[in-house]
């Protein structure tokens, strides 16, 4: 896989991770968000500033798929090492019931 379809990856994962986060806030009561109300002052700025905030933003949207993409495949490997030594240990204990029942019959 190329650099840049990595890249690609990695923001797209930091997009869907930015919507999911804004969806888990919704809910909240509308007078935590009081103190973000912009008055002109602040929408002439923000209009002023818009190119430097969308760098801005695609830098933490990046940084935040990569630290998520991370966080996934960490936990996915842990998962996994903890289900084989599960089906490890109950393949054992079926070894040794099936042991027991055939000496049982056997006898």
């Known amino acids: 896989m190329g650099t840049t379809l990595v890249i690609v990856e990695l923001l797209i ?33 923000l209009q002023e500033v818009t190119p430097l905030l969308s760098v801005g933003a695609l830098a933490a949207v990046y940084t935040l798929g990569l630290v998520f993409d991370r966080f996934v ?18 393949d054992r204990l079926l070894g040794w019931l099936a042991s027991r029942i055939c000496s049982n019959i056997a006898v």
């Open 13 to 45: 994962i930091g997009f869907q991770v930015l919507v999911w986060a804004a969806l888990f806030l919704w809910p909240l009561p509308k007078e935590w968000f009081s103190s973000l109300c912009l008055d002109k002052d602040w929408a002439r700025l």
């Open 73 to 90: 495949g960490w936990a996915t490997t842990w998962l996994l090492r903890k289900l084989a030594w599960l089906l490890h240990k109950l």
